[in-house]
């Protein structure tokens, strides 16, 4: 049984940065950051690979958001600079809990865990 936990969320000005924090218990394959506003489907923002550190990134968000992992305290992180308005949303951390074909950021259906979101807000 995998077990996650948001932190860092909060309101910061548009061109700010938040870092989002998600700590992770069991065994995980990949990882992943989503995020979801209003009226709209969840998104892929980025993703890891636990092994190898392999890492995706949506396009809208090259360049200024980087994820990351720590495997000695078993947390992941989502460095988010340069923010603005599009930004805004519930952010959810991801994990699949084994190993198999597909992590993919279109694919939210290819991670079984799930994080209880936290709410970014970006004020212009």
């Known amino acids: 049984q995998v077990q996650l936990v948001e932190s860092g969320g909060g309101s910061v000005q548009a061109g700010g940065s938040l870092r989002l924090s998600c700590s992770a218990s069991?065994?995980?394959?990949?990882m992943g950051w989503f995020r979801q506003a209003p009226g709209k489907e969840r998104e892929g923002v980025a993703r890891i690979y636990i092994g190898s550190g392999s890492t995706d990134y949506a396009d809208s968000v090259k360049g200024r958001f980087t994820i990351s992992q720590d495997n000695s305290k078993n947390m992941l992180y989502l460095q988010m600079n340069s923010l603005n308005s599009e930004d805004a949303a519930m952010y959810y951390c991801?994990?699949?809990?084994?190993?198999?074909?597909?992590?993919?950021?279109?694919?939210?259906?290819?991670?079984?865990?799930w994080g209880q979101g936290a709410q970014v807000t970006v004020s212009s």
């Open positions: 069991g065994y995980i394959y990949c």
């Open positions: 991801a994990a699949k809990g084994y190993a198999s074909y597909g992590c993919r950021l279109q694919k939210p259906s290819d991670f079984n865990y």
